[in-house]
């Protein structure tokens, strides 16, 4: 049996940063970077740079705006808020207003709009138009009265090839916008330095009176640009493990709380099971986030926002939370004291079970996915032989 309530919503009294609003909005959905990525088709590296509020790797404002509505729009949020926040937060880290910009359809006051009411389709952010798989087409037909007095004209004159060549040119400057930040391998910055650089060798020999071939003119430790070494990315970098010792809890069991419905309500203490490991966690004085694994089910993670809590059943528990200070836990209808300093804490039920386990309980990979820890040391140790393998 498992059971879990939490709230989908984070209630804001004013204007927060961006990126952390919308990171907990993320996390209260349950979205992983990497499906977030998938659905908006937004690299994880601008999603991240986004979260941090790092407008240094972010490109303009445009596509920031872009970005937004998307990331909203697939997590169903009031887009109104998340632009409010993204303003805020332009000002706060850089100083300035953010550029006035078509922030969304229902917001025609912010720029030019048709009769309807509607902002002028040729004002879309460059990453609406990446977004839309039919907006080059739709901005073409937009154009297309135009398109259509200038046809007639140019006929008119014999200009049937001109016309053509019109039509031609204005869909390749769709192709050839700007649309946003491109990603260049090194492979491909090598040939257009090799051509400036033989120019250059041509144009000094002409100079001179001397045939001197190109290739010359090259250092010798420019060849090795000509292939790259392959470079071997790591989803699952190095991590010190470290063995969970000395005990994680102490029952209470003479605690007042065991005996307040309103913190310990009754019909969890009635679905308690005696042959099972019964843990009720209790938001009781804000919000806390919660990583756990039951048996051999998947690794969830929740958000439990003040007031709310959750509920796990299992023959095995493995538990990892934030900010567990403001929580009221409950092991087998008890209070239990989960002495730390440091705001986070593991925990495994039942306790004898410690030792087969490793800290950190649920590391995150690069791919920004949450896995056991024997599943990460296993996966990171085929990396590292790998690493060793194309070292040598």
């Known amino acids: 049996m498992n059971q879990e309530t939490t709230t989908d919503s984070v209630m804001t009294n004013g204007p927060t940063l961006l990126g952390d609003y919308l990171k907990q909005k993320r996390l209260d959905k349950n979205f992983s970077l990497e499906k977030l990525s998938q659905k908006t088709k937004i690299s994880i590296n601008i999603l991240k740079s986004l979260e941090a509020n790092d407008f240094d790797h972010l490109p303009s404002a445009a596509y920031i705006k872009g970005f937004v509505t998307s990331y909203v729009k697939v997590l169903s949020l009031p887009l109104n808020e998340a632009i409010q926040n993204m303003e805020y937060t332009y000002q706060t880290i850089l100083g300035k207003p953010f550029p006035a910009l078509n922030h969304t359809k229902l917001m025609p006051t912010q720029g030019p709009a048709t009769k309807s009411g509607q902002p002028n389709p040729e004002e879309q952010s460059p990453h609406e138009v990446i977004e839309g798989s039919d907006s080059i087409i739709q901005n073409t037909k937009s154009a297309l009265p135009i398109f259509i007095l200038a046809a007639v004209i ?161 023959n095995e528990i493995r538990l990892f939370l934030g900010n567990v200070n403001v929580t009221k836990i409950f092991y087998n209808n008890y209070l239990i004291e989960t002495p730390n300093k440091a705001g986070v804490k593991s925990l495994v039920f039942p306790e004898e079970s410690n030792t087969k386990y490793m800290l950190p309980l649920f590391p995150k990979a690069k791919d920004d996915i949450f896995y056991t820890s024997e599943d990460y040391i296993k996966r990171m140790h085929l990396e590292e032989e790998e690493l060793k393998k194309r070292q040598e």
């Open 154 to 314: 140019i006929v008119f004159i014999g200009g049937y090839k001109l016309v053509s060549s019109i039509v031609e040119n204005e869909v390749n400057s769709h192709k050839n916008n700007d649309l946003g930040p491109k990603i260049v391998s090194s492979a491909a910055l090598v040939k257009p330095t090799q051509k400036a650089e033989e120019a250059k060798a041509a144009q000094a020999s002409q100079v001179d009176g001397t045939k001197v071939a190109a290739t010359e003119s090259k250092p010798e430790e420019k060849k090795e640009e000509d292939k790259p070494a392959a470079t071997f990315e790591r989803n699952f970098p190095t991590i010190e493990f470290k063995k969970l010792k000395g005990k994680l809890f102490q029952v209470k069991t003479d605690a007042p709380e065991n005996e307040d419905p309103a913190i310990l309500p009754e019909n969890v203490k009635r679905s308690f099971n005696s042959s099972m490991q019964n843990v009720f966690i209790k938001a009781a004085d804000g919000n806390t986030w919660v990583s756990y694994k039951i048996d051999d089910k998947p690794i969830e993670s929740v958000i439990i926002n003040k007031g709310n809590d959750l509920f796990l059943q299992g």
